[in-house]
């Protein structure tokens, strides 16, 4: 079982924000904002290179999760990023689809 899995799973302890019976966030182990949320799935799916018109209605809802989180952190209306890091390029290192919630300062674009 991979990492995120263990997390969604409560076998590894998280500082958890919300879940439901299809999501879970929690707050990055290592933050590089003053908010930073990973919204994951529950069921595993490695990468963006893995999802399939199935998983359609899950990453819906898993980019509404997102925006609940800014609402969540306060920082809905300031400005938040949602990012899903795919592959080795993009610096992908953990291989279970999670969506990062970024915000609580300004950003620059592009990312570096
Ligand atoms: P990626 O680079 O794959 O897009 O993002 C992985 C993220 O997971 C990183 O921001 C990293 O800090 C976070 N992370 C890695 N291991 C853990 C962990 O054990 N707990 C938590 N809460 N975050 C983690
Ligand atoms: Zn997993």
Known sequence: MCLFCKI???QIPSKM????DDL???????PGAPTHILVIPKLHIASMNDATPEHQALLGKLMLAGHRAAEIAGVDK???RLVINTGAD???SVHHVHLHVIGGRTMAWPPG
């Open 8 to 10: 969604a799973g409560k």
């Open 17 to 20: 924000v919300f879940e439901d």
């Open 24 to 30: 879970f966030a929690f707050h990055d182990i290592n």
């Open 78 to 80: 300031s400005g938040f």
């Open 90 to 92: 993009a610096g992908q």
